[in-house]
């Protein structure tokens, strides 16, 4: 069968691994600030160039009637994605490819204490934008002290809506990747924000978004650091079979 580019977009926030695992004291910790546990997160992560991967993905999205799709995704550094699936599916837009440097230029990083999360001792870290213009109000942002990965991503958009990105790892040829990615969004109780019904609707007004919903990646069969093609992430780039 035939695989074929799909018009999709995926939540974001993806894209996090590491090759090492380090050795957390407290003495450390203390000595560490948001800024530099960011920028240990992207130095470990850059030391995957490129990977391929297989996902599965389930969404259970207000308003919307998402079939389960299956997918090829590929990846390069800095930040170059291609999607190929059998059929074509439309997810909603949360976000874009998240990528350390990205968060370091738009947002200030606080350590502002530490959390436990299936046994794993994390940092806790509170990103504020520097540019009022950026999308989300703010991050918490909760980092794998032993492992430096993400293991929770908690956004607050200009909208009300709240989205939190959870993230489960595996050891993939020494480099932690993600194995399951599970992405829900919710906002306070009804407001005035709720798409109006059909008789009150207004001619040209805006499609509001889904208020709530959850999509979980599954993700398989990495191949990683293969030297993959420029040209495969250029726009209009051919099938693969």
Same mark, same amino acid.
């Given at each position: 069968? %035939?695989?074929?580019?799909?018009? +999709? !977009? ?26 530099? +546990? ?9 030391? *995957? ?17 998402? =079939? ?7 990846? %390069?550094?800095?930040? #170059? ?19 350390? !440097? ?21 940092? %806790?870290?509170?990103? #504020?934008?520097?540019?009022?213009? $950026?999308?989300?109000?703010?991050? +918490? *942002? ?23 990105? !959870? ?11 993600? /194995? ?21 609707? *207004? =001619? ?9 919903? /959850?999509?979980? +990646? ?7 650091? $293969? ?13 693969? #079979?």
């Amino acid at each position: 069968m %035939k695989l074929r580019r799909s018009d +999709i !977009a995926l939540p974001s926030v993806v894209l996090f691994g590491a090759a090492l695992l380090l050795c957390a004291s407290e003495s450390m910790a203390q000595s560490r600030n948001g800024e530099s +546990i960011l920028r240990e997160v992207e130095k470990r992560f850059s030391l *995957v160039q490129d990977f391929t991967a297989t996902l599965d993905v389930v969404a259970d999205i207000e308003r919307l009637n998402v =079939p389960p799709m299956h997918a090829r995704m590929y990846f %390069k550094q800095p930040d #170059k994605v291609h999607f190929e699936s059998e059929g074509t599916a439309i997810l909603p837009k949360e976000g874009v490819m998240l990528s350390i !440097a990205r968060l370091t230029a738009k947002f200030t990083a606080e350590l502002i204490g530490s959390e436990e999360f299936d046994g794993h001792h994390c940092y %806790k870290l509170n990103l #504020k934008p520097k540019d009022e213009k $950026t999308a989300a109000h703010g991050m +918490i *942002v909760f980092v794998d002290s032993a492992r430096l990965t993400p293991v929770r991503i908690v956004s607050s958009l200009p909208d009300g809506r709240t989205v939190t990105a !959870a993230f489960e790892v595996a050891d993939v040829a020494g480099h932690w990747m993600p /194995s399951m990615l599970t992405v829900t969004f919710a906002t306070q109780a009804a407001d005035s924000s709720d798409v109006l019904p059909p008789e009150q609707e *207004v =001619p040209g007004s805006r499609r509001q978004p889904p208020r709530k919903g /959850s999509v979980t +990646i599954r993700y398989s069969d990495y191949t990683i650091n $293969t030297g993959l093609s420029d040209a495969l992430f250029e726009k209009g780039a051919g099938t693969r #079979k």
